[in-house]
């Protein structure tokens, strides 16, 4: 079985300030993670990923993400926050059965951040 | 480029009604899933295809939903019977390899079952 979860429902950060989000994961094997950001009535857009490899990982907006296997987090992070970061942020793990390429999702953080 | 569309946006129905769900994925992309979004909660896998074949539909609830891609491009998410359980928004996503790419999710529609 798989699973990840988001211990925060809802975050709030002032603009500039350093952010985190917050995931951590339940997975036998290799983790396959993802975050993902959801705007008001738009779909969900990848924001990065990671399979292997470099455990800090580099996505879109000036957004990263820490895999750390000890404490099975994947935490995601953007040194200063933007207003326009406000948004649902799901962090998402690959199944782990074979053939099973499907993401499971966490319960969503909202991100506000304060101007 | 054209990202995946998903059509309608939003769809009422009654109650023991019968919709379909269409889905555009990106040109070129082999996979494509479907996932339910209730509110509140993330994306909740229904089914998996690779090509023309449905590889993995252990996410489907029950026999009321079925869902097709023929030629291995547009699929069609069909649901029987409707409920009021079923209303949700419904996403689709494809990407260009299943294992090792990041899935692009459509826009969703958003049904309601009245």
């Known amino acids: 079985a798989q699973s990840v979860a988001q211990p925060e429902d809802q975050v709030n950060v002032a603009e500039g300030n350093p952010l985190t989000v917050k995931c951590t994961y339940s997975v036998s094997g290799n983790p396959y993670l993802f975050w993902y950001v959801q705007y008001p009535n738009r779909g969900l857009q990848f924001l990065l990923k990671y399979i292997t490899g470099d455990n800090l990982v580099k996505g879109s907006y000036g957004f990263e993400a820490e895999f750390n296997k000890s404490q099975t987090s994947f935490h995601l992070k953007k040194p200063s926050a933007l207003v326009s970061d406000s948004a649902l942020y799901f962090c998402?793990?690959?199944?782990?059965?074979?053939?099973?390429?499907?993401?499971?999702f966490g319960t969503g953080t909202r991100l506000t951040v304060i101007p | 480029g054209a990202g995946v569309s998903q059509t309608p946006s939003n769809k009422v129905t009654e109650k023991g009604k019968y919709v379909e769900l269409r889905c555009d994925p990106i040109?070129?992309?082999?996979?494509l899933y479907w996932y339910r979004q209730s509110l509140g909660q993330g994306p909740e896998f229904l089914i998996y295809?690779?090509?023309?074949?449905?590889?993995?539909d252990s996410g489907l609830p029950n026999d009321r939903f079925f869902a097709v891609r023929p030629e291995g491009s547009v699929s069609t998410l069909k649901i029987q019977r409707t409920e009021r359980g079923d209303s949700a928004v419904y996403l689709c996503?494809?990407?260009?390899?299943?294992?090792?790419?990041?899935?692009?999710f459509g826009p969703g529609t958003r049904l309601t079952v009245t």
């Open positions: 295809f690779q090509g023309t074949g449905a590889a993995d």
């Open positions: 996503a494809s990407s260009k390899d299943p294992v090792n790419y990041e899935q692009y």
């Open positions: 040109s070129g992309h082999t996979a």
């Open positions: 998402a793990v690959r199944g782990v059965q074979t053939g099973a390429n499907n993401l499971f």
